[in-house]
């Protein structure tokens, strides 16, 4: 049996679909946000001129990092506390989404925090805060997941929190918010959303609705994203906005693998960009894992599809897109990699890593970490 959930409640798209806020009726809201750019460029003053109501009050949360931690969701969770929203609005990149999710999961419920949140029951914990996510970023797909990613400070690692509940009740893919990307950040965040559909598309538990939607993610974003990235127009970021949620829907469905895995492990330790530490880790996964002979079918199909070997295409693209080769070249230096190696194995072994199609064990884990940080193909 497979139960999909491809969003909680809405999915609004195409032109100006940031105008659905009019509808939203609210009495307090927060907007929890990056840094400063989506009040630079507009965005908050024009969500701002949208949802005006005589007696609604909107208030803003910002300084959520590229990776989220647990101290600003934990400070983000006092603010809403102070502020009582019912409605919580999440603007920005993934990180920004998955921080507000679990900052009104905690909200909520004051007696879930960071040393509790793995052991509980969290299928029970309905919130009653409607939750809009509207990313300007195209990668993560965190609008229509059930999944936050929060950087956990003690231990400088990434963990995932999963739960139905969290899963956004409204998402706004706009095309007009990731306009104002830089191209690195339209690149990386891109090839985050191309590793979602390569890993959903041969992960075992994926089924005919997901190998849809990862495919045609591959497809689109393979097409689309050195277009997005190279003139930056309209079309093509929408395209890209687009096909990296359906990524989302199939990932969040059938899983991720290794990718993810060893991305965590370098991305909490050293606060890589989640995008660009999957970027350069993708092609060696694919080199890993095509010894299956079931993800070797996969490719072949894919190779069909896209009028090329696949693993050939995504290394040509990562090229273009100007992407590092190896994760020495990204400033992690060799003394920091060669002091903390046995810690960065043991924590690519778990989270996606699980769910590999490969399973993998810790001596090619060992030997893996080493291919991705010296930049040294796989053929093992
Ligand atoms: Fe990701």
Known sequence: MNQLVLTKGVLVTGDNALDYLKNIAYTKA?????????????????????????????????????????????????????????????????????????????????????????????????????????????????????????????TQFKVAIKTENIRPDIAILDGNLPMTLPENIAAETGMDALTHALEAYINKGGNDFTDALAKSAIEGIMEWLPISCESGSLESRNKVHNFQCMAGMAFCNSGLGMVHGVSHAFGGKYDLAHGLANAVILPYSMDYNKKDPKVLEKYEKLSAALGGDVIGKVKALKKTLGIAGAICETGVSEADFLRDFELLVDHSMKGSTVVNPITVSREDMARFVKCVYYGVPVDF
């Open 30 to 154: 927060v907007i929890v946000t990056g840094g400063s750019s989506m009040e630079r460029t507009g965005v908050l003053d024009r969500i701002k001129k949208l949802m005006d109501k005589k007696d609604g009050r909107i208030s803003i949360f910002c300084g959520i990092s590229k990776n989220p931690t647990s101290a600003q969701v934990i400070e983000g969770t006092e603010f809403l506390k102070k502020e009582k929203p019912d409605v919580v609005l999440a603007v920005g990149g993934g990180s920004a989404i998955d921080a507000a999710k679990v900052m009104v999961l905690f909200y909520e419920y004051p007696e879930l925090n960071f040393n509790n949140v793995f052991s509980q029951n969290l299928d029970s914990r309905v919130l009653k805060t409607l939750l809009v996510a509207v990313p300007s970023t195209s990668g993560t797909a965190s609008e229509v997941t059930h999944v936050s990613v929060i950087t956990i400070e003690d």
